[in-house]
């Protein structure tokens, strides 16, 4: 339930918002909820603020409880032209527990345009745009997690493997459907970590990553009137940039991004892109795992052996 000073707070941080986006005061604000299909899967609470300006406009914004690295997430890209990511406002940059953040409402999510080439080398460039503006900016950033060796050990451990490991003990169905594949799963796994902690000693090309981007078909890339928007920052990390890219893009794909990259002013020798790219393909195996083996018992297996299989014979 939404308390009366939750209310307020939410149509403060409209009306800074809106004031930012050049909208002008706010002169009443309503509570409505989202959709079912709105909601998504992070459990955050989410909720819909309809107001009225002074000039008599309608319009709505989105009130979200973010933790404190989401809602820094969300004022540095703010900050930095919000060109690919919705505006927002928060009051509270200092509390580590989830507080009430408001965002731009984009409106319902639209597939992708037809031109697939086209809208692939509108998100590199946007990715581009984010990741170069952040790009090797650690120390101003200690609110953002760190994609150290202890990162890289908890992905293929405690959100994947270990679920994985766990469910072959307890479920004998699960077990003689994947237990064959424990091994190889194990071994790449322990590859994959001590490619992506190497690749994460370069730092200049250290990054604010999103890290859940999902692929083409996915929740998080908004297509706004043919152009993309980059929503849900929960998951971000300072990590390498490559991890938004394996999901969305294949391997020829992703070199738009890395021209993207280098027409920013970057420097990065395309043969050394494609080898930490391929190291890093992986990583939506191992972080989509446990939401994969969710929908396996729920009888939707196709997606936990895809995945499976892209770990074992990639």
Known sequence: MIMDNDIQLLTEEA?????????GNIVSAQVQKMEPYEQGFSGASLLRLKVLFADGQQGSFIGKKADLKERMVMRTLTEQGHHHTPAAYCENLTSDEAQWMVEEDLGKQLSAPSNRLQWLNKVAAALAEIHGNNMNRGKEMAWLTPADAEYWNKIVGQLSVDHFEKAISDDYRFAQQFEGYLPKVKEKAALFA???IEISQEEEWLTLTHGDLQNVEGNHVYNIQGNPYIIDFGFSSYAPFYIDLVDYFSA???????KALIERGFSLELKDFEERFKAAILYPCFIYMFPSMMD???GNEEKLMKLIDKI???
Do not use: C, G, P
């Open 252 to 258: 020829d794909e992703a070199i738009l991004y890395h």
């Open 296 to 298: 396996w018992k729920r």
């Open 194 to 196: 001590k490619n992506m």
């Open 15 to 23: 009306n800074e918002l809106s004031h930012i986006l050049n909208r």
């Open 312 to 314: 074992v014979y990639d």
